[in-house]
Nanobody, 117 residues
Framework: VQLQASGGGLVPAGGSLRLSCAVS????????IGWYRQVPGKQRELIAS???????SYADSVKGRFTISRDNAKNTVYLQMNNLKPEDTSIYYC????????????WGQGTQVTVSS
């Protein structure tokens, strides 16, 4: 399974972005997919996930502002980010939840999100 995140950019505080996670090699409706973010020097954190059954979950830091969704036809998972804050500045990654727990797992390049104050 390969996952590629895209859609990042530079936005002002209060702005919005939609990230995309294109999945290949597997169907997203049999995978539990998560969005993660990592600031250099800090641990990568799981901020949103969507199960193969469609159940979503969010970290407290993004709850009410971010929405995870998926398009099975496009085999893509999205992260709609609204009311962005400077502290949301980070590199964003997507991954299969199970694979993410494996030491040395592949993460792809991620996509940079920068929120200016």
């Amino acid at each position: 399974v390969q996952l590629q995140a895209s859609g990042g950019g530079l936005v002002p505080a209060g702005g919005s972005l939609r990230l995309s996670c294109a999945v290949s090699g597997s169907s997203i409706n049999i995978n539990n997919i998560g969005w993660y973010r990592q600031v250099p020097g800090k641990q990568r954190e799981l901020i949103a996930s969507i199960s193969k059954g469609g159940t979503t979950s969010y970290a407290d830091s993004v709850k009410g502002r971010f929405t995870i969704s998926r398009d099975n036809a496009k085999n893509t998972v999205y992260l709609q980010m609204n009311n962005l804050k400077p502290e949301d500045t980070s590199i964003y990654y997507c991954n299969d939840l199970a694979r993410a727990l494996v030491a040395g797992a592949s993460w792809g390049q991620g996509t940079q999100v920068t929120v200016s104050s």
